[in-house]
């Protein structure tokens, strides 16, 4: 019986999240909004108005937040190849230093700020409002860069949005693992967090370029055996593991990895498409139960200060990202700063600060810190989503596309 329900529900949820896809395309509202308020609903709401309900008992968010480190990794795992393989190598190449200026410059305007109102507004220590700007100064891959092929950005503004995206979860993991380590022993060479960006970005970029050419060969002999591409899978996972436990970065290698694929002549263009095809349809799967799983381990908070810093931290996120695409002169602007959604990621490294300070003295702090990170996760993902929605259905939306559109016709 209990296998026939959870049969039924995952059958449900793939249902519902086609649909939700297809409704995007019809009413312009985005099918994260709709998975993760499903997510709230089958988690926090059903267990606490039906906790003896089936579908409370399924969905307990106690037991998914012990799977959230994977899922998480799951997510950005498949976005980052599936980025890797839509991507064209030329373009990542003349992209990569304004991507690495847009990044650095808004994740530090964001994490920065939101310190500094940690500090003057809610009067915490320095190192505590670090730990928190660091943790919500990037965004979600898994997210933003679906998005950002939605709103219709020009190839160029896309590669920036997926390396941008790429290079803000080093900074995230590296920065807030730094400031935890300094918290807890404050010997900590304050070299370190810079030397494990350097090797990070330097590890990953070599392995995904050696490995992606030596599979390419192999893919080759291998083009008339069925399943390669689940073998190419396997070879994905395998070293990205590899990444995440010697002091490389699983999404970049991700990244390269699938970048080096797809602009390779050894493998024909035919058997590529389908591997990029089948792939789309993997994401689908593994994006639907990415959003629910979002919605049902968010934890609901009751004090008024919370809410009120994630809706500050969100309005600084949205203001670094548009002076940010400002300087950089994107245009329009206002479709990168809208791409603030936080994700699983963020969760994830919330988790773990709780495992490293559980029975000290800095536990209630860390506890603040990630119910303000659950929130904000929730809240930035609702208005993007919203923003999105707005702009989509704007008058001013339809004139840049067709403006944008024939200056591109003109260039050709």
């Not at 979600?140 to 092929?149: C, D, F, N």
């Not at 993902?381 to 919203?386: H, P, Q, T």
Request: charged share 10%; net charge neutral.
């Amino acid at each position: 019986m209990y296998v026939s329900v959870v049969f039924l529900v995952v059958s449900a949820l793939i249902f519902i999240g086609f649909l939700a896809n297809y409704f995007f395309d019809r009413t312009k509202i985005p099918d994260s909004l709709i998975l993760i308020f499903l997510g709230i609903f089958l988690g926090p709401v059903a267990n606490a108005f039906f906790p003896g309900s089936v579908i409370a008992q399924i969905f307990q968010p106690a037991t998914f937040e012990q799977f959230a480190g994977l899922m998480a990794s799951i997510a950005i795992m498949v976005i980052m190849f599936e980025t890797g393989l839509n991507l064209d190598v030329k373009k990542v190449i003349v992209e990569a230093p304004r991507s690495l200026f847009y990044a650095t410059a808004h994740y530090f305007i964001t994490s920065i700020l939101s310190a500094a109102v940690a500090v003057y507004l809610f009067g915490w220590d320095v190192p505590f409002a670090l730990m928190l700007g660091f943790l919500l100064g990037g965004t979600s891959a898994a997210i933003v860069i679906p998005l950002g092929r939605r709103l219709g950005l020009s190839p160029e503004d896309q590669t920036v949005l997926e390396l941008e995206s790429t290079i803000t979860n080093v900074y995230n993991v590296i920065l807030v693992m730094a400031i935890a380590q300094y918290v807890l022993t404050p010997s900590t060479d304050w070299r370190y967090p810079i030397q494990s960006i350097l090797a990070a970005f330097s590890i990953s970029i070599v392995f995904g370029l050696l490995v992606g050419h030596f599979w390419q060969k192999i893919l080759k002999k291998l083009r008339a055996v069925p399943f390669s591409y689940m073998l190419t899978f396997a070879v994905l996972m395998a070293f990205y593991a590899f990444m995440e436990e010697f002091g490389g970065n699983g999404p970049l290698f991700a990244l390269v990895f699938g970048l080096t694929l797809s602009n390779d002549q050894l493998i024909s263009p035919l058997r590529m498409m389908n591997m990029i095809q089948l792939h789309r349809e993997i994401s689908f799967f593994i994006r639907v139960f990415f959003f629910v799983f979002l919605g049902v381990i968010f934890k609901f908070s009751t004090n008024c200060l919370h809410w009120v810093f994630a809706g500050i931290l969100s309005l600084i996120s949205l203001l670094a990202r548009y002076v940010s695409a400002r300087l950089m002169q994107i245009k329009p602007a206002v479709r990168f700063a809208i791409l603030i959604p936080r994700g699983l990621g963020e969760a994830v490294l919330s988790a773990l600060l709780l495992q490293m300070f559980s029975g000290t003295e800095y536990f209630p702090i860390i506890k603040d810190i990630v119910q303000i990170a659950s929130i904000t996760i929730i809240m930035t993902n609702v208005l993007s989503a919203l923003m999105i929605w707005y702009l989509l259905r704007s008058k001013d939306f339809a004139q840049v596309e067709l403006s944008s559109s024939s200056a591109q016709t003109s260039r050709t």
